[in-house]
C-alpha cells in the first residue's frame, strides 16, 4: 500500500505543476489587454506604462512566469486588480457558501440515487427499471441553469414556499442544493444499478440465497455493500466535479460562494480572482481524485499490487 | 413488422425527436418571421396570435428564435466533436501505439487536461479570448479532446501486442497506415459512442456558456443566451425560459439516448 502511495503522490506533484502553469498560460496568452480592459481605450500613455510595470507585465514572460511560481510557493495568489484584497482572502471567505452547498447537493444526489438505483436493479427489465433509467437520463440532460429557474417558478413564484435567491437560513439552501444533485443522483442511480447487477449474479448471492435469507436482506447485506465500491469512488470525484456545477448553479441562485467570485472576477476582468479560482477549483478536484484512488487501492488489493496505477 | 424495422425500432424515440427538431430548426427559413424585427408593442406576450411560443423582452418571436439557437447548438456541437474526436483519437493512438517516452509525455499531458473538472477551463477561456462562436468552439474543443485521446490510447495499447498489427509491422508496413488500416477500425466503436455523447456535453457547455454572458452573442440567437434573458424575466414572463430549456433538453438528452442505445449495441463496456 505504502509503495502505492507513494506512487501517486509522485505523480500527483507533477500533474500540480502542470495544471498551475496551465492556468497561468491560460490568463496569459489569451488575447485581450488587461490594461487596457482596466483603463479604458482613453487612458493616457504614461498610466498605461505605469499599471502595466505595476503589474509586472512589461516583463518577458517566462519572468513573469518565475515571478507568479516565486510568490505561489510562498502560498500568494495575487492581489485583487478590483479591491486591492488578497485572492487567497477572498478565497477562504466563499469557500464555506460552495462547501455548503457541495456539501447539501450531495446529500440530495445519495438520497435520490440509492433508493432509485436499488429498486431499478432488483426490478431488471421491468418497468420500475425503465423509469429510473429514463428518470437518471433526463436527470443528466438537463441543464442545470434551466432546471434552477424552473424550480424557481414552482416553488418559489406559484406555490411560494422557498425563497427565489439569496443565503439566508437553511430554506434558501433547498433550491440550489436540488438544482445541483440532480446530475450527480442521475449519474450515481446508474451506477449503482449496474455495480447492484454484476453482484447478483456472483455465486455468494447465489449461497445466500440457498440457505434461504430474505430478499431484502440479500440486498441490503450482501449486495449493497460489494456493490458501494465503485459508487464510493465515483461519489468523491463527482464531490469534485460539483465545484464546477456551482459556477452555473450559483449564477442562477446569487449564492455567494466560489462560483459567483469566479463570474464576478470574470465580468471585470479581475485577473488575478480568476487565476485564484481555476487553480483552486482544479487542485480541489485533483485532491479529491487522489483520495478516490487511493480509497480504491485500499479497499481493493488488486488496484494496489497491479503494476501501480494505470 | 419487417426485419429491417425490428432492428431499427429502439431508434424509433430518437428519430422521432430528430424529426421533430430537423422541422423545428427550419421552421425560420419557411415561416417568413425575421428573427431579430424588434416589436415595443408586444413586449414579453405569452404564446399567442402568430406567435405561438410568445414574444420575448425586445418582442421577437420566441419560436423563430428557438429554431436558429438549436441551429447553432447543433453546429457547435457538431464542429467540437469532429475537431475534438479527430486530434483526440490522432493523439490517443500515437500515445498508445508508440508507448514509451512519448506515451508517457502524452499521457502527463493528458492528465494536467483531466484535472480542469467539467466546463472549468472553457469557462476560463471563453471569457479571456472574447465572444463569439469561434472562440466557445475553441474553448470546448480545448477540454474535450481529453476524452477520445484517453479512449483511443487504451485501446491501441491493447491492440499493439495483436498478431495482426505484429504481421503488418514484419511485412513492412508504414506507421501511419498500421494505425489508419489496422488499428482505427478495431477501436472505432467506443469512440462513436463517446461521440455521441460528446456532442450532448458540448451542447450543453455552449448554452452554459452563452448563459453566463461569454459565449456566443446578442442578438445571433442561442438557447443559452436565451435562457439567460428568460431567466432575468421568469418572474413576469415564464414562456421565455420555458421554451429554450425545453428545446435544450430535449437535443441533449436526444444524444445521450443516441450514445446509450448505440454503447448496448456495440456492446461497449462504459
Known sequence: ?310 | MSAAMRRLRPYRLIAGLAAMFGVLMFWPLVNGINPSAIDLYSLMQPPQGANWLGTDELGRDVLTRLGLGMRLSVFVGLAVVCVCATVGTAIGMVSGYMGGWVDNLLMRLTDVFLSFPGILMAIAFAALAGPGVGNVVLALCLMGWVGFARLARAQSLSLREADFVRAAELSGIGFWRILAVYILPNIAAPLIVECSFSMAGAMLAEAGLSFLGIGVQPPSPSLGAMLREGARYMLVAPHMVMAPGFALMGLVLMMNALGDKLRDRMDVRA
Open chain 1, 1 to 310: 500500500m505504502l509503495r502505492y502511495v507513494t506512487h501517486r503522490l509522485l505523480h500527483f506533484i507533477p500533474t500540480a505543476l502542470g495544471v498551475v502553469t496551465l492556468t497561468f498560460l491560460l490568463i496569459h496568452l489569451v488575447p485581450g489587454d488587461p490594461v487596457e480592459v482596466i483603463l479604458g481605450e482613453q487612458a493616457l500613455p504614461a498610466d498605461r506604462a505605469a499599471l502595466s510595470q505595476q503589474l509586472g507585465l512589461d516583463l518577458p514572460l517566462w519572468e513573469q512566469y518565475a515571478r507568479f511560481m516565486m510568490h505561489l510557493a510562498q502560498g500568494d495568489v495575487g492581489t485583487s486588480l478590483f479591491s486591492q484584497r488578497p485572492v487567497a482572502d477572498m478565497l477562504w471567505g466563499r469557500l464555506p457558501a460552495t462547501a455548503e452547498l457541495a456539501a447539501a447537493a450531495l446529500c440530495v444526489a445519495l438520497l435520490i440515487a440509492f433508493p432509485l438505483g436499488i429498486w431499478a436493479a432488483v426490478n431488471r427489465n421491468r418497468w420500475p427499471d425503465h423509469m429510473a433509467m429514463g428518470v437518471s437520463l433526463v436527470g443528466f440532460s438537463m441543464p442545470n441553469f434551466w432546471m434552477g429557474p424552473m424550480l424557481i417558478i414552482l416553488f418559489a413564484l406559484w406555490l411560494g414556499w422557498l425563497p427565489v435567491s439569496g443565503r439566508e437560513g437553511w430554506s434558501s439552501l433547498v433550491l440550489p442544493a436540488v438544482t445541483l444533485g440532480t446530475g450527480m443522483a442521475a449519474i450515481t442511480t446508474r451506477l449503482l444499478r449496474s455495480a447492484l447487477l454484476e453482484v447478483l449474479h456472483a455465486d455468494f448471492i447465489r449461497t445466500a440465497k440457498a440457505k434461504g435469507v430474505p430478499q431484502k436482506g440479500i440486498i441490503l447485506k450482501h449486495a449493497l455493500r460489494n456493490a458501494l465500491l465503485p459508487v464510493i469512488t465515483v461519489v468523491f470525484l463527482q464531490a469534485g466535479a460539483l465545484l464546477t456545477g456551482a459556477i452555473l448553479t450559483e449564477a442562477v441562485f446569487s449564492w455567494p460562494g466560489l462560483g459567483s467570485l469566479m463570474i464576478d472576477g470574470l465580468n471585470r476582468r479581475d485577473y488575478p480572482v480568476v487565476q485564484g479560482c481555476v487553480m483552486f477549483i482544479a487542485l480541489t478536484y485533483m485532491v479529491m481524485t487522489l483520495l478516490s484512488d487511493l480509497l480504491y487501492a485500499w479497499a481493493d488489493p488488486r488496484i494496489r499490487f497491479g503494476g501501480g496505477g494505470r
